[in-house]
């Protein structure tokens, strides 16, 4: 006798980035908005950590000793930088091309990174646990929210904390995320996000305390464009960061 095993995977979803696998580490192509957005998050996320695990900033690897897991992780746009500040990082995506694409940049660039074409349901299933989960710019591409944010929070190991970064649902968010992004700026392919799926501070931080997580920080994110980069902002209007951690044992 078979089980079904649920699953927060969308299947037009993996498909729709497979098809852009290739152009994960090209700065001008596909995931170009990607390559000006990482920075900011990078920083927020090392600032944030370190705070956190009375880690020196200033050090060259501040994270040794730290587990990570990126879910979703693309093409490892994050889990590449994060080894190099020391940390042990896992990066898991549904998608098989994304992973292959991945493996070989971090292999080129002799980089030891566990990654896997798996789900962060399975790894929970696996009884497996991090010390920082990365759940960044994956939750509106899922089905089933309520489900991959368990799965997520499931992750968190006692003591840890975990990054979800999303898309505000709001008309500015429609007007500049969608229509300005995809439509007119051409940023990103057309069809990349569906602005029903966005989900509001309130919601992600709903679904966080249900799971057992305490908020401890949140940001917005806005992009300037005389300066062409992307800054911390208080404004979560279209773009956010929320950071929470599980309480230890």
């Known amino acids: 006798m078979t089980s079904t095993v649920r699953t927060t995977v969308n299947d037009a979803e993996v498909a729709k980035f497979t ?6 580490w090209d700065p001008k192509g596909k995931f ?18 370190c705070a956190r695990f ?20 693309g093409g490892g746009l994050l889990c590449e930088p994060l080894t190099r500040l020391g940390a042990t ?22 980089l030891d990174i566990k990654y896997r074409v798996t789900t962060s349901e399975a790894l929970v299933a696996a009884g497996e646990k991090f010390d920082v989960v990365l759940n960044m710019e994956v939750v ?14 499931d ?16 008309a500015r968010s429609w007007a500049l995320a969608v229509i300005g992004a995809e439509y007119i700026l051409r940023w990103l392919p057309r069809g990349t996000h ?17 799971n057992g997580l305490a908020i401890i920080d949140q940001t917005g994110v806005v992009f300037h464009p005389l300066a062409d980069e992307w800054r911390l902002s208080p404004d979560m209007g279209i773009n956010y960061m929320v950071l929470a951690e599980r309480p230890k044992a």
């Open 19 to 24: 098809a852009m696998a290739e152009q994960w």
């Open 32 to 49: 170009k908005p990607l390559h000006k957005f990482n920075p900011v998050r990078l920083s927020y996320i090392r600032d944030m950590l």
């Open 54 to 73: 009375g880690r020196d900033a200033s050090s060259i690897r501040p994270f040794e000793g730290l587990s990570i897991v990126d879910v979703g992780c």
């Open 89 to 110: 990082v896992t990066g898991i995506d549904a998608a098989e091309r994304n992973i292959a694409v991945a493996s070989i940049h971090a292999e080129q660039s002799g």
């Open 140 to 153: 509106e591409h899922v089905d089933d929210v309520p489900l991959y944010m368990k799965s997520c929070a």
């Open 155 to 170: 992750l968190v190991a006692p003591g840890g904390v975990m990054f979800t970064a999303t898309l505000n649902r709001t």
């Open 194 to 210: 569906d602005w029903n799926k966005f989900l509001t501070p309130e919601e992600i931080s709903a679904q966080l305390k249900r």
